[in-house]
């Protein structure tokens, strides 16, 4: 007898059964992991440093770098005292839920609330790969010019809140910043947005204090 298969029946592809386990394992664990995706040179990396020290003593953060190579990144983090693992996809344009998997069997799991995954900085690829995060941001920094969601609308489709980074530059720099905002709101009406400098210091503990309602 031929079986019959369900036209209903979602057949998962590996990487969505390996980010339905990670999703599984942070929630045994209560990590709520946020998946950081941005264009190279964005900012994630400040941003993150600033949210590890504004969170401090409240909520105990880890970190997963993505990075084609290189653990520079990583090394910036565990100099503020967080755990931080480093995967280095050798020329890969994302993460994937496998490579995150290896990151979080290294992390001590019951010592964080807040995993931040900052991955690979490209605009386009990350957004087609879940991870097993609970939260999708996007960093869009002012000089990469107020068309970006024109050019590239899923990744701002995609995630639960958008940070506009560098707005310290916004005088020296043609940036409609309304007209930018517009673009977002019609791809994302209900679209959390901030707007932060680590330069000056604007808008991160705004941003810092929607983190901290996320922790788990
Ligand atoms: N003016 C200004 N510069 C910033 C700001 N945030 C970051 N930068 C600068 O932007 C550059 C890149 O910052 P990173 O935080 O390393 O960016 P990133 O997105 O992590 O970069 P990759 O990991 O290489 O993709 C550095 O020279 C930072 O000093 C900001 O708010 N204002
Ligand atoms: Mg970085």
Not at 65 to 86: H, L, N, Y
Not at 98 to 112: C, G, S, T, W, Y
Not at 114 to 131: M, Y
Not at 145 to 151: F, R, T
Request: include cysteine.
């Amino acid at each position: 007898m031929i079986k019959q298969i369900s036209v209903d029946e979602r057949i998962l592809s590996a990487n969505d059964l390996a980010a339905a386990e990670n999703r599984a394992l942070l929630h045994q664990h209560s990590v709520h992991m946020v998946n950081v995706m941005a264009a190279p040179g964005s900012g994630k990396t400040c941003l993150l440093l600033a949210a590890i020290r504004g969170l401090k003593d409240q909520v105990r953060v880890g970190v997963i770098e993505g990075d084609i190579a290189s653990d520079i990144d990583t090394v910036k983090m565990r100099q503020e005292g967080v755990p931080a693992v480093q995967i280095n996809t050798g020329g890969g344009c994302h993460l994937d839920a496998l490579q995150v998997r290896k990151a979080l069997e290294q992390l001590p799991l019951d010592e964080i609330d807040l995993l931040f995954v900052e991955n690979v900085g490209n605009l386009i690829c990350p957004v087609g790969f879940d991870l097993g995060e609970t939260t999708r941001m996007a960093i869009a920094s002012i000089p990469e010019g107020d068309d970006k969601p024109l050019k590239y609308p899923s990744i701002f489709h995609k995630v639960d809140a958008l940070v506009i980074s560098k707005i310290d530059l916004l005088p020296y720099i043609a940036f409609d910043l309304p007209e930018y905002r517009r673009l977002v709101a019609s791809i994302q009406p209900e679209l959390r947005v901030f707007e932060t400098s680590v330069v000056t210091g604007e808008g991160i503990s705004a941003w810092v204090d929607w983190l901290r309602t996320l922790k788990a």
